[in-house]
Nanobody, 122 residues
């Protein structure tokens, strides 16, 4: 199994930046796609970005393209989400997830972290 722990959330003003981290552990996580999702109150869980652990292929949601960057660090077994030019509409709980393929559907991801709150003030 894969275990994921997110960190790095917080309160930031619009236009500011945050860097989220997802520490991963498990037997075969190196063969997985690692994704970031977010969920605001009353809304469905939304895809943000994903990266293949091996090879580094990435895909970003249109809503964050050009502002957010996903990356991974093999040595630290960690996936990052660098969030720049934050907007109030980015406010949500951000979740790290692991799945077998690079897809945007949360139901296709097998393992999830507990989430970290990101709040962007106007």
């Amino acid at each position: 199994q894969v275990q994921l722990v997110e960190s790095g959330g917080g309160l930031v003003q619009a236009g500011g930046s945050l860097r989220l981290s997802c520490a991963a552990s498990g037997r075969t996580f190196s063969s997985y796609t690692m994704g970031w999702f977010r969920q605001a109150p009353g809304k469905e869980r939304e895809f943000v970005a994903a990266i293949r652990w091996s090879g580094g292929t990435t895909y970003d949601a249109d809503s964050v393209k050009g502002r957010f960057t996903i990356s991974r660090d093999y040595a630290k077994n960690t996936v990052y989400l660098q969030m720049n030019s934050l907007k109030p509409e980015d406010t949500a709980v951000y979740f790290c997830a692991a799945g077998r393929v690079l897809v945007v559907t949360p139901e296709r991801y097998e393992y999830w972290g507990q989430g970290t709150q990101v709040t962007v003030s106007s």
